[in-house]
């Protein structure tokens, strides 16, 4: 198994900035590839930004191409979101996950709230 940790997030104006980290531990070559993951209440879960591990091929969500940058350390096995000019309609509880070669995401982490004010 793989456990994350995350750690950032928190309350910022229209406009600011954030970083999330997700760090991993535990089976960690088994990662084929980290995601994040947001969702805000009464919405659905969305994937917001993948990156394979063992390479440089890099999905985003239309909603946020151009403002959060997905990125990572394999040495320190730790994932990162940074993310710039935060709208409101970011404001969610993000989570990252590994996909271990199946396919899917699993191996949660325990989430973390953004919240983006007017």
């Known amino acids: 198994q793989v456990q994350l940790v995350q750690s950032g997030g928190g309350l910022v104006q229209a406009g600011g900035s954030l970083r999330l980290s997700c760090a991993a531990s535990?089976?960690?070559?088994?990662?084929?590839?980290m995601g994040w993951f947001r969702q805000a209440p009464g919405k659905e879960r969305e994937v917001v930004a993948t990156?394979?591990?063992?390479?440089?091929?890099?999905y985003y969500a239309d909603s946020v191409k151009g403002r959060f940058t997905i990125s990572k350390d394999n040495a320190k096995n730790t994932v990162y979101l940074q993310m710039i000019n935060l709208k409101p309609e970011d404001t969610a509880v993000y989570h990252c996950?590994?996909?271990?070669?199946?396919?899917?995401?699993?191996?949660w982490g325990q989430g973390t709230q953004v919240t983006v004010s007017s």
């Open positions: 990156i394979r591990w063992g390479g440089s091929s890099i």
């Open positions: 996950a590994t996909d271990l070669g199946m396919g899917r995401y699993e191996n």
């Open positions: 535990g089976r960690t070559f088994r990662i084929s590839r």
